[in-house]
């Protein structure tokens, strides 16, 4: 099976997981670790492309386990994320991914941020190398091993 055929197998996947625990999906530090995450796929590569973020933006409008939180509060953290991240990459990336760690303690939200990333970030067709470094990094953040999800 092409690689590209595997990844749109795999972001199904795991969004009919995240969709099946969505009821268990309602917490703030979800909500705010999601808008992290997401926020660290699109702007992986240091850059925040204009296309990017639209398209991000979009997935995160539409996506099933998001719909628990109002629209506009979750573009406004997604957009808050990305102003760290641009302001200055480094300490951004640092600053977002501890917003991502604390989910840490509950499993089900840690595992469910780590499929948002991978969902997010394979949503295009290319899971690619910075995505994936930025969503292994994001794994270590809620102590969960990158191996679990082949990263």
């Known amino acids: ?30 909500r705010d670790a999601s808008m ?17 973020r639209q398209r991000v933006a979009s997935l995160i409008a539409t996506n099933e386990v998001l719909t628990n939180f109002p629209s506009d509060d979750l573009h406004r953290r997604f957009d808050g994320y990305l102003a760290k991240l641009q302001q200055d990459f480094a300490l951004g990336k640092v600053s977002v991914l501890q917003e991502v760690g604390k989910v840490k303690k509950k499993p089900t939200e840690a ?28 794994c270590f953040a809620v102590g969960i091993s990158p191996d679990e999800f082949d990263l």
């Open 36 to 52: 992290a995450m997401c926020a660290l796929v699109a702007a992986a590569d240091g850059t925040i492309d204009p296309a990017e």
């Open 111 to 138: 595992r469910a941020v780590i499929q948002i990333g991978i969902v997010i970030g394979g949503a295009d067709g290319n899971f690619d190398k910075t995505e994936q470094a930025v969503v292994r990094e994001a």
């Open 1 to 30: 099976m092409p690689i590209w055929d595997r990844l749109r197998t795999s972001t199904q996947t795991m969004q009919g997981q995240l969709t099946a625990k969505k009821n268990e999906l309602k917490s703030g530090a979800f």
